[in-house]
């Protein structure tokens, strides 16, 4: 039994190895300790064809409610959360907090998943930096098949002259994969947890 969970977990790897290959980002916030990153189109060919690998969201609701969500995710823990009594001057906008049970919820659902410390897992945020930040905190757990999608959901903004400051260029949304405004509830994230 523990030589046929092994080959399975070896192939696992494998199969992620040979059909991902996105290049590491420039951004320094967007690097990984584990090295590994796929574009949303490697992400989801992976999928399709590894019923073990497990696409994480990591954006908060608020993002996900106005954006859009893959419809391939199968868990949902924000990383970091708005902070409606919280507003940045600098920004114009509301504060992000780290999710303070963040590691716990995560590693609560992998495990519900059935996932272990081999299992192909692709964290997803917006644009990448997130992700990143995400894949670390699995790597100090011992997990080691953990993936950053690059460009994330929505992917890189348009060039300075194009409507400032929109994603709308690569990216899970942008790149023709499956993806919808309805969110699982079985899926979504739930803060009592």
């Keep these: 039994m523990k030589g046929t969970i092994l080959a399975a977990g070896l192939l ?33 060919d992976v999928l399709q064809k590894d019923s073990s690998a497990i696409l994480v969201d990591v954006r908060d609701p608020v993002e996900v409610m106005f954006t859009g969500f ?25 504060a992000m907090e780290k999710n303070p049970a963040f590691n716990t919820q995560l590693t609560d659902k992998l495990n519900q998943l059935g996932a272990n410390k081999d299992t ?13 930040s995400a894949v670390n905190l699995l790597a100090a757990q011992g997990y080691n098949n953990v993936w950053s999608v690059v460009n994330g959901f929505e992917g890189g903004a348009l060039k300075e002259g194009d409507s400032k400051g929109v994603r709308a260029v690569n990216g899970w949304r942008n790149s023709g994969l499956p993806w919808s405004y309805k969110v699982d509830p079985a899926v979504a994230w739930h803060p009592a947890e």
Excluded at 80 to 87: D, V
Aim: glycine share 2%; hydrophobic share 40%.
């Design 12 to 44: 696992s790897c494998i199969i992620a190895l040979t059909t991902v290959a996105a290049e590491k980002p420039e951004k320094a916030s967007a690097q990984t300790t584990l090295d590994l990153y796929a574009t949303p189109s490697e992400t989801w």
């Design 70 to 94: 893959a419809t391939p995710t199968r868990i949902h823990v924000p990383l970091m959360i708005a902070n409606p009594k919280g507003w940045n001057d600098k920004k114009s906008s509301w």
């Design 120 to 132: 192909p897992i692709f964290m997803m945020c917006r644009s990448g930096s997130r992700s990143a």
